[in-house]
């Protein structure tokens, strides 16, 4: 029997019983709305107005994108804080813990303070039955009222217009790259998808785009909305110099950068998004270009083509690719680096992705499958993804397993010095696969 959400007796009900925690509430919250996602800001906004959040009181850099958003906020976050500017940032899903969505000078909030924030949004919403994300989004802000950073960095959890963040109006909003996703809810197209992403700018306010190849449609936007645009490779332009690079807009320009500290051959267009829309802010938080220089060669994060050493000569590669576009980059990438004599590819998907697309570029470079269940809500299982596989025009022998534990232990136990394993696919994927391959990974770094 399906209990209704108005009978749902939340943490913040059960005082008696004793403090409630964080995981007590996150297993509530999945089952206070009906659905996943329902997108629209009306049920946000009034909430967040109940509670005297808005009009935000800090500095709101908000960051859209297809690919791209957990990297650019990496980098506007470390550059801030390197300035000594007190730095809040808002990022999901999470990897490892949910502790990891919320964070103020790079700490993680902690369990005491969420679900304090929650039992505020609890109290404030009265009958109104808000999605996961959305409670999230809320305490995310509540906690950033308290602490009164100087500047947030928001991410926008999917789309932009009707995204539970853009309740906040942005002082710049940042759209990285544009590609195919989440169609059921963004459209089928580019040109769709761009107008959805352009909904975070903001009349007479500046907004940034780091795709090389910006829909026209976003351009369009951004123009009916009055907000003023700057598109890489007209508004601001980069240039690869090997080691370093060179950044310039308009009379400004900056040379001899280091390469973000990041990998992948993308993270040039990222950071150069990143650098404009701290170029746009100067005249209020000034920025030195030490600092720049200092916070792009010292940025991490997590689980975006990170490389470790699991043994004697065997490399790992996790990247949280799970659409067209951001496989293509990882492919790519993995070209730069030295060829393996062998790469195993550990797959890991959610039922509603592109797996042909992405199955399609992983092909390339992949030697031998491990094709894993995803055990979440709407995780695609090995049976689906072999289905996908053998639509492969090059088809590398494929391995399939029960839960994604079971095929990183099977890719490293058939590992030789010499070799990689790739592993790829979803949040859930790389977070699963971090937790067994990197001793400290619970830690909220």
Same mark, same amino acid.
């Given at each position: 029997?399906?209990?209704?959400?108005?009978?749902?007796?939340?943490?913040? *009900?059960?005082?008696?019983?004793?403090?409630?925690?964080?995981? *007590?509430?996150?297993?509530?919250?999945?089952?206070?709305?009906?659905?996943?996602?329902?997108?629209?800001?009306?049920?946000?906004?009034?909430?967040?107005?109940?509670?005297?959040?808005?009009? #935000?009181?800090?500095?709101?850099?908000?960051?859209?994108?297809?690919? @791209?958003?957990?990297? !650019?906020?990496?980098?506007?976050?470390?550059?801030?804080?390197? %300035?000594?500017?007190?730095? %809040?940032?808002?990022?999901?899903?999470?990897?490892?813990?949910?502790?990891?969505?919320?964070?103020?000078?790079?700490?993680?909030?902690?369990?005491?303070?969420?679900?304090?924030?929650?039992?505020?949004?609890?109290?404030?919403?009265?009958?109104?039955?808000?999605?996961?994300?959305?409670?999230?989004?809320?305490?995310?802000?509540?906690?950033?009222?308290?602490?009164?950073? &100087?500047?947030?960095?928001?991410?926008?959890?999917?789309?932009?217009?009707?995204? =539970? #963040?853009?309740?906040?109006?942005?002082?710049?909003? $940042?759209?990285?790259?544009? &590609?195919? *996703?989440?169609?059921?809810?963004? @459209?089928?197209?580019?040109?769709?998808?761009?107008?959805?992403?352009? @909904?975070?700018?903001?009349?007479?306010?500046?907004?940034?785009?780091?795709? /090389? *190849?910006?829909?026209?449609?976003?351009?369009?936007?951004?123009?009916?909305?009055?907000?003023?645009?700057?598109?890489?490779?007209?508004?601001?332009?980069?240039?690869?110099?090997?080691?370093? +690079? !060179?950044?310039?807009?308009?009379?400004?320009?900056?040379?001899?950068? /280091?390469?973000?500290?990041?990998?992948?051959?993308?993270?040039?267009?990222?950071?150069?998004?990143?650098?404009?829309?701290?170029?746009?802010?100067?005249?209020?938080?000034?920025?030195?270009?030490?600092?720049?220089?200092?916070?792009?060669?010292?940025?991490?994060?997590?689980?975006?083509?990170?490389?470790?050493?699991?043994?004697?000569?065997?490399?790992?590669?996790? &990247?949280?690719?799970?659409?067209?576009?951001?496989?293509? =980059?990882?492919?790519?990438?993995?070209? !730069?680096?030295?060829?393996?004599?062998?790469?195993?590819?550990? $797959?890991?998907?959610?039922?509603?992705?592109?797996?042909?697309?992405?199955?399609?570029?992983?092909?390339?470079?992949?030697?031998?499958?491990?094709?894993?269940?995803?055990?979440? %809500?709407?995780?695609?299982?090995?049976?689906?993804?072999?289905?996908? +596989?053998?639509?492969?025009?090059?088809?590398?022998?494929?391995?399939?397993?029960?839960? #994604?534990?079971? =095929?990183?232990?099977?890719?490293?136990?058939?590992?030789?010095?010499?070799?990689?394993?790739?592993? #790829?696919?979803?949040?859930?994927?790389? @977070?699963?696969?971090?937790?067994?391959?990197?001793?400290?990974?619970?830690?909220?770094?």
């Amino acid at each position: 029997m399906t209990t209704s959400p108005d009978t749902l007796e939340s943490p913040a *009900d059960r005082s008696a019983a004793g403090p409630r925690s964080l995981a *007590d509430w996150l297993a509530w919250q999945e089952a206070l709305h009906p659905k996943d996602i329902e997108l629209g800001l009306e049920r946000c906004r009034a909430v967040a107005e109940r509670m005297g959040l808005l009009p #935000v009181r800090y500095t709101a850099l908000l960051v859209a994108g297809t690919n @791209g958003k957990g990297s !650019t906020v990496a980098m506007l976050d470390g550059i801030y804080r390197r %300035a000594g500017y007190r730095v %809040a940032a808002y990022t999901s899903p999470h990897l490892l813990r949910y502790n990891e969505r919320i964070r103020v000078d790079g700490e993680c909030a902690d369990d005491a303070h969420i679900c304090a924030a929650f039992g505020r949004v609890e109290q404030a919403r009265q009958d109104t039955p808000l999605t996961f994300f959305e409670f999230g989004t809320l305490a995310a802000l509540a906690i950033f009222e308290a602490a009164q950073p &100087d500047i947030a960095v928001l991410e926008v959890g999917m789309g932009g217009r009707l995204d =539970a #963040v853009n309740i906040v109006d942005a002082d710049v909003a $940042l759209i990285a790259t544009l &590609d195919i *996703d989440h169609v059921e809810f963004l @459209g089928r197209t580019r040109a769709a998808i761009a107008r959805e992403k352009a @909904g975070i700018m903001r009349a007479g306010r500046p907004a940034v785009c780091s795709d /090389p *190849d910006a829909p026209s449609s976003l351009i369009e936007r951004a123009n009916s909305l009055g907000a003023e645009l700057s598109l890489l490779g007209q508004g601001f332009h980069f240039a690869d110099k090997g080691e370093h +690079w !060179t950044w310039w807009s308009g009379t400004t320009i900056l040379e001899s950068l /280091p390469r973000p500290a990041l990998a992948g051959e993308y993270q040039l267009r990222n950071a150069s998004g990143v650098l404009k829309a701290v170029d746009l802010l100067q005249h209020q938080h000034p920025v030195s270009v030490a600092a720049m220089a200092e916070a792009l060669c010292t940025v991490v994060l997590r689980g975006r083509f990170q490389r470790v050493e699991v043994a004697a000569g065997i490399e790992l590669v996790i &990247d949280v690719a799970h659409n067209a576009q951001a496989v293509d =980059a990882l492919v790519a990438s993995l070209r !730069t680096l030295p060829p393996a004599s062998r790469t195993q590819v550990l $797959l890991g998907m959610l039922s509603t992705k592109d797996r042909l697309s992405a199955m399609t570029a992983l092909a390339e470079i992949a030697d031998h499958w491990h094709l894993a269940t995803v055990q979440a %809500a709407k995780g695609a299982s090995a049976a689906e993804l072999e289905a996908t +596989w053998q639509q492969l025009a090059r088809r590398a022998p494929a391995d399939c397993h029960a839960s #994604v534990d079971a =095929a990183y232990r099977a890719a490293l136990a058939a590992a030789q010095p010499g070799e990689r394993i790739v592993a #790829v696919g979803s949040f859930i994927t790389v @977070g699963e696969v971090l937790r067994l391959a990197v001793p400290d990974a619970a830690d909220c770094a």
